[in-house]
T-cell receptor
């Protein structure tokens, strides 16, 4: 099966700094990766995704990096803002079925 | 486009009762997946439906069941509730049967007393 883990349960950053959230996965057959953000009282919100044929993808203030060799992906948030405070999840799909496997989540706190 | 909607948002039940949760996917989305979220276990996949057929099921007991209607709306049912079923139940929709990008609803917070 697949296991997905985030390296740290919490991350505290200064407003304006860049944030990096890391995630490791176990199944080398994983081919689709997603980052979600979950604010208190809400469902997970899609941030950015990447497929295994890419190693980098950029969105608005966010970048996802994928290193298939070491089975690691990261989410970089530029110029972190107070509104970025939330729990972040990485999710992985092996492609064998429609099931997403989620990491436990990391809580990002932004200090003013 | 309206997002994924889930009803009810909050529910309190007692042990032994059963509960039905409802999910309306984004218009045009035909795949609906259900997840259970708890502080201890995180987000765990329950099942996925596409075109009224269950395509995949997670590792949950048979007390958890679901169905999908011809308009893609989905319901999940939990029978003989246990205290450990207290959780946030999330529904996610996507256009097709492959995962692609799943969009989540706000969830139904179920408390079992």
């Amino acid at each position: 099966g697949e296991s997905v883990g985030l390296h740290l349960p919490t991350l505290s950053v200064q407003e304006g700094d860049n944030s990096i959230i890391n995630c490791a996965y176990s199944n080398s057959a994983s081919d689709y990766f997603i980052w979600y953000k979950q604010e208190s009282g809400k469902g997970p919100q899609f941030i950015i995704d990447i497929r295994s044929n890419m190693d980098k993808r950029q969105g608005q203030r966010v970048t996802v990096l994928l290193n298939k060799t070491v089975k690691h992906l990261s989410l970089q948030i530029a110029a972190t803002q107070p509104g970025d405070s939330a729990v972040y999840f990485c999710a992985v799909d092996t492609g064998a079925n429609s099931k997403l496997t989620f990491g436990k989540g990391i809580t990002l706190s932004v200090r003013p | 486009k309206a997002g994924v909607t889930q009803t009810p948002r909050y529910l309190i039940k007692t042990r032994g009762q059963q509960v039905t949760l409802s999910c309306s996917p984004i218009s045009g989305h035909r795949s609906v997946s259900w997840y259970q979220q708890t502080p201890g276990q995180g987000l765990q996949f329950l099942f996925e439906y596409f075109s009224e057929t269950q395509r995949n099921k997670g590792n949950f007991p048979g007390r958890f069941s679901g169905r999908q209607f011809s308009n893609s709306r989905s319901e999940m049912n939990v029978s003989t509730l246990e205290l450990g079923d207290s959780a946030l139940y999330l529904c996610a929709s996507s256009p097709g049967p492959r995962t692609d990008t799943q969009y989540f609803g706000p969830g139904t917070r179920l408390t079992v007393l």
